[in-house]
């Protein structure tokens, strides 16, 4: 079961900690990642761990990169949200047999990742009850 703790250094500053002891230092700060960026964080680096192990048994990638972006909304009904999420694959195989072969998984990693294997994109797709408790 995933689990992580999170501390407040100071106003606006905090620290997460995962069960293996890494931590993550997140906030409001310009130098710091936002709890909404963590969101597209995990996101993207969700399903392109599934991606990349599905296309990189084919060819190791020359470039990998994907870029999460997302328009947040201040809406009246139903609070602060995001919509229109996108995630942009920009992937480089090289030239040859196993390159191709990569290039032809690409479209079918992504969307096994989305339609299946990516815990992070698959709990914001569908209904994710969350409960809160107070110690």
Do not use: W
Not at 76 to 90: A, C, K, M
Not at 94 to 104: E, F, S, V, Y
Request: hydrophobic content about 35%; glycine content about 8%; some cysteine.
């Amino acid at each position: 079961m995933p689990h992580v703790t999170i501390t407040r250094e100071q106003l606006g500053s905090y620290i997460a900690t995962n069960m293996a002891g890494v931590q993550i230092e997140f906030g409001e700060g310009e130098d710091q990642f936002t709890p909404v960026e963590l969101l597209l964080v995990a996101l993207g680096g969700c399903t392109g761990m599934d991606v990349d192990y599905l296309t990189s048994r084919r060819a190791e990638p020359l470039d990998f990169e994907i870029a999460v972006d997302a328009e947040k909304l201040k809406d009246p009904e139903q609070g602060n949200l995001l919509q229109d999420v996108t995630v942009t694959f920009r992937l480089r195989f090289p030239q040859g047999q196993d390159g191709d072969r990569a290039r032809t998984a690409l479209p079918t990693a992504v969307a096994r990742s989305h339609d299946r294997l990516c815990t992070v994109g698959r709990s914001l797709e569908v209904p994710t009850p969350i409960t809160n408790h107070i110690e």
